[in-house]
């Protein structure tokens, strides 16, 4: 079982960029696949983007490809959202999720764990 943390949040203009932080428990986080989600008030939630358990391999939504980077740290148990030209329709609450093992999936439902999510809003 993993239990997860994020952090790194906030408001920031247009333009602008945020580095999300999800921390993992447990001693085998290199294991998990880990991915974003994030969801907007009335929307359904969205898939941003996952990293791999094997290899870093990565996958992002159309909408974010290249403005966001996932990478993460195996060591501290951490996976990262470098979200760079921010737009407000980014702005939403974004979650990471973790399944243990198999390779990235889109749909939320094929993910075991869960973080509280963190929000980010972005002004015009």
């Known amino acids: 079982q993993v239990q997860l943390v994020e952090s790194g949040g906030g408001l920031v203009q247009a333009g602008g960029s945020l580095r999300l932080s999800c921390a993992a428990s447990?001693?085998?986080?290199?294991?998990?696949?880990m991915s974003w989600f994030r969801q907007a008030p009335g929307k359904e939630r969205e898939f941003v983007g996952a990293i791999g358990w094997s290899g870093g391999y990565t996958n992002y939504a159309d909408s974010v490809k290249g403005r966001f980077t996932i990478s993460r740290d195996n060591v501290k148990n951490t996976v990262y959202l470098q979200m760079n030209s921010l737009k407000p329709e980014d702005t939403a609450a974004y979650t990471c999720?973790?399944?243990?093992?198999?390779?990235?999936?889109?749909?939320?439902?094929?993910?075991?764990?869960w973080g509280q999510g963190t929000q980010v809003t972005v002004s015009s």
């Open positions: 999720a973790a399944r243990y093992m198999r390779d990235i999936a889109t749909r939320g439902e094929s993910y075991d764990y």
């Open positions: 447990g001693r085998t986080f290199s294991y998990y696949t």
